[in-house]
């Protein structure tokens, strides 16, 4: 690798930090940031333990942190240190126990009523996870009709919303050429691939958009690439997607690289690692 001309990836800590360093209080000269993560069960612990080490911040869980007059604190060894910004890998519903999910033994009590009077930032903040919601994706180019008053430069695989009438009919009548995907799942789940799919998958799936068709959309299945893998003792192609890795502050910073997923078994096209699926690291030539 040393002798090959590739972009170099290992400056992403060092722009993570300055894009949290930039949402906090213009009154802070020296940002305390923190990264806090549910802890050692967490089944992305490695990755909140490697983004720590490369911005050089401390890795904290909800117990390390208290909240005193609305102000947010990192219990240490010798006092009680001030934290200007949360680079929290939490969700929403756990991150305070006083304002969401009473049962949560992750978050930080009182930590809503500190973001709320402006005493820290959290990133992402809260709410943000709605961008998530795959309806999203297929509403994205009447969005930016509506607000840019222009069509989007990259345009979107077409997909039918199955909460509206003539998105469903589409949907019902060709239902075994699309995709079928839940909006508020992640990670694979409850994905039918239609072409691939059995008659019973598919009558199934007529019976849940009888129940709640407002839960799925349908893009068509896209052919997506394949990649020399090795399985076993030999090299076969498996199909491939890439994750790509952006930092946003006051301007983009795309990373140089990124992470192909794999999906393992022949001929599927679901490449999640929740779902068992491998992965690639991804190199750009300089």
């Known amino acids: 690798m040393a002798d090959l001309p590739i972009r170099k990836v290992d400056d992403y800590g060092l722009r993570l930090h ?7 209080l213009p009154t802070v000269s020296e ?9 050692v069960f967490n089944s992305a612990y490695f990755e909140h333990v490697f983004l720590a080490r490369e911005m050089g911040v401390p890795l904290v869980e909800g117990r390390d942190l208290v909240v005193l007059d609305d102000r947010v604190w990192l219990k240490t060894t010798a006092d009680l240190a001030p934290v200007d910004v949360i680079y929290r890998r939490i969700n929403d519903d756990f991150l305070d126990p006083v304002a969401f999910n009473p049962a949560s033994m992750l978050g930080v009590p009182g930590l809503f009523g ?5 005493n820290v930032a959290l990133a992402n903040a809260i709410g943000t996870g709605v961008a998530d919601d795959k309806a999203i994706y297929a509403y994205m180019p009447r969005i930016i009709r509506y607000y840019l008053d222009q069509d989007a430069i990259l345009s979107n695989v077409e997909t039918n919303l199955c909460r509206e009438k003539g998105g469903l009919a589409r949907t019902l009548d060709n239902l075994e050429h699309l995709v079928t995907k839940p909006v508020g799942e992640a990670g694979g ?12 998958e598919l009558d199934a799936l007529h019976d849940l958009f009888r129940v709640d068709p407002a839960n799925y959309i349908n893009p068509p ?5 394949v990649s020399p893998t090795l399985i076993e003792d030999r090299l076969e192609p498996r199909h491939i997607d890439l994750r790509s890795f952006a930092v946003t502050g006051d301007s983009t910073w795309v990373l140089p690289g990124g992470l192909t997923r794999v999906a393992l078994r022949r001929g ?6 929740s779902q068992g699926r491998g992965s690639k690291d ?3 030539l300089a």
Do not use: C, F, H
Not at 18 to 24: K, L, P, S
Not at 189 to 200: L, N, Q, S
């Open 268 to 273: 599927s096209l679901v490449v999640n690692s």
């Open 221 to 225: 299945m896209v052919e997506l690439s």
């Open 282 to 284: 991804t190199w750009v």
């Open 189 to 200: 789940y409850g994905v039918v691939v239609g072409p691939r799919a059995t008659k019973a």
């Open 18 to 24: 300055q894009a949290m360093v930039a949402i906090a």
């Open 31 to 39: 940002p305390q940031v923190v990264l806090l993560s549910p802890g």
């Open 114 to 118: 500190a973001y709320r009077k402006g």
